[in-house]
């Protein structure tokens, strides 16, 4: 885990404290650097403690660590909060008003810098200056976050920049410089809920509807941002029931379709997820999880949603899920389940969390010629005469016309119906409907992600996850092999339907399988043994709302 660098800034709601976290990584990206950011913040407008932790690299990095080695204090309670995370290079900046009487703490005078206003960046100032950061480019980074059209605001920050940077000049060296990025390499600075956004843009998205809930908030602000420009409708409804209907109703009527949502607000959509899969009409469902039940921790992070999803709606019907384990993956499987949604005719889940929706990465910039919008509708000279749109077919895929579209009538109906889409009770027909729409779960399977493997084979250890737990999993597995272990790991991104022939002769080859999930009670451990007779009989479990990190594992796996 050597390597990185880790900066935490902390303080209180309201003081500014993601804006200068923000700041920072940025200007990081743009210096060259990897970087792996971990957002904790409190369900409050203001107060409450909360963090912007920045782990930084010139290598590339994956996950967060627990130790700190640059805690930038913009409150005293910081500091007495995160001391005993401290490094052996750890640094403490602080303002001098605090009245700290520590060794370890680099004494800012902030009123003599900048005003009040200001003060944030002071703090990035001297964080950026400690770091060995150019000051032009945090002054670009900072002057095109803010905008150009207050230049008195404009002029203040460059001030207060400038005046950070010069005192830190006048200081002993106190903090150890990043190595600098020779030719930095041009990278995008990205969350979780941003690549979703990019992701279902570039698959050709064209309605939206949410009803605002943490974490999934910001994929509708992201699109709602560039609607007009992207020719693309975002609703935000009275309420998740509203929300779930209203993609189904401009599905239907062909505008590919999504939402997004977390675990409470999912609950209120799940008989709209049963009326997609009787009328097969394609949808994405975003779930960002979060700790529950009800309210729970609502702005923290866990996995243990995945049972809930995967049996949500009632009756039997085909999905997909997936859960990516990296930013990029985000983008990639994003565009995937709208794909699938509309080549099988019915809802695709994308199950994310609190931790990869708010984490930034350093990624590569995604070639977007290389990635063509989904299809929505056949030709209709290509449908058979006279049309049904349920018409059964070997595949179960029905020939899907748009409504008004054409001369042919199309029908559905929530009620079980004959393959014109007319309401029967016929048992005959209502067998052979049912079997058509499962028969769509056989084409799913053919294109079922694989796990990912990384490591040795026939290790004498693998562990098993999925999703966002990825990143801390696979450096925890480094650590390991690094001591002279036969370490591996097994990544599921999609974690339904599970193909037995991908990943079962690897847990039977291996010496001991641990699954890695953050739930209590190990759901996709569980979903294993369902699906495949293999037990899992160790897991590294975490529900207290904190993300994975290589250091948490080691110390269950009794490694540490």
């Known amino acids: 885990m050597g390597g990185a660098y880790n900066i935490l800034i902390g303080g209180e709601a309201g003081q500014g404290l993601v804006t200068v976290g923000y700041l920072l990584t940025k200007s990081l990206v743009g210096s060259g650097y990897r970087v792996v950011v971990t957002q904790d913040y409190q369900s409050r407008i203001r107060g409450g403690h909360n963090t912007f932790f920045i782990r930084v690299s010139t290598d590339e990095i994956a996950a967060p660590q627990e130790v700190v080695d640059l805690l930038v204090a913009l409150n005293a309670e910081t500091v007495d909060l995160h001391r005993e995370q401290l490094s052996s290079r750890g640094l403490v900046v602080a303002d001098e008003a605090f009245g700290l009487a520590d060794d370890l703490c680099l004494k800012v005078p ?52 400038r005046q950070a940077f010069e005192w830190c000049e006048g200081q002993p060296s106190r903090a150890e410089k990043l190595p600098s990025v020779e030719n930095a ?131 039997e019907f085909p999905r997909a899920i997936f859960a990516p384990g990296a930013v990029e993956e985000c983008f990639h499987l994003t565009r995937k389940a709208l794909d699938l949604a509309q080549r099988y005719q019915g809802p695709m889940f994308l199950l994310t969390d609190q931790f990869l929706a708010d984490s930034y990465r350093a990624i590569e910039p995604f070639d977007l010629d290389e990635f063509p919008p989904v299809t929505v509708a056949p030709e209709v000279g290509a449908v058979v005469e006279p049309y049904r749109r349920h018409s059964f077919t070997d595949s179960g ?29 016929d048992h005959a027909v209502r067998n052979r409907m049912v079997q058509k729409r499962l028969k769509k779960l056989d084409g799913i399977r053919q294109e079922v992600i694989a796990p990912g493997w990384i490591g040795d084979e026939n290790p004498e250890l693998l562990l098993v996850t999925w999703g966002s ?41 291996a010496g001991e399988v641990v699954c890695v999930e953050g739930n209590a009670s190990g759901q996709f451990a569980r979903l ?12 590294v479990l975490r529900y207290d709302g904190l993300p994975f990190t290589p250091e948490y594992i080691l110390r269950e796996l009794g490694r540490a």
């Open 185 to 315: 390499p041009r990278r995008l600075m990205m969350n979780g809920n941003e690549a979703i956004v990019l992701g279902a843009l570039s698959a050709g998205l064209r309605f939206f509807s949410f009803y605002p809930m943490t974490p999934s908030t910001s994929i509708g602000q992201g699109l709602a941002a560039v609607a007009e420009q992207m020719g693309l409708i975002v609703e935000q409804g009275e309420d998740e029931i509203a929300v779930i209907n209203m993609a189904l109703g401009a599905s239907f009527a062909g505008a590919p379709s999504m939402v997004a949502t977390s675990g409470g607000g999912f609950a209120l959509m799940v008989e709209g997820v049963s009326l997609a899969g009787m009328t097969e009409t394609p949808v994405v469902i975003v779930v960002g999880q979060r700790p529950a039940p009800a309210t729970g921790l609502p702005t923290r992070t866990e996995q243990g949603d995945l049972e809930f999803v995967l049996h949500a709606g009632h009756g």
């Open 110 to 161: 902030y009123k003599e810098l900048s005003s009040r206003r200001g003060a944030n960046i002071v703090a990035l100032g001297v964080a950026s200056s400690l770091l060995g950061l150019n000051e032009e480019l945090v002054a670009l980074t900072t002057e095109t976050h803010f905008g150009k059209k207050d230049e008195k605001l404009a002029e203040e920050n460059r001030r207060a920049l």
């Open 397 to 425: 895929i029905s020939p899907r016309l748009l409504p008004g579209m054409s001369k042919h009538l199309v029908a559905t109906d929530s009620d079980e119906h004959t393959e014109d889409g007319h309401i029967t009770e």
């Open 469 to 509: 737990s990825k990143g801390a999993v696979q450096e925890a597995a480094g650590v390991l092999r690094s001591e002279g272990h036969r370490v591996a790991t097994l990544h599921f991104s999609q974690v339904w339907p599970l193909v037995a022939e991908q990943f079962l002769p690897a847990l039977e080859s």
């Open 528 to 539: 294993i043994r369902r699906e495949t007779g293999f037990v899992v009989k160790k897991k």
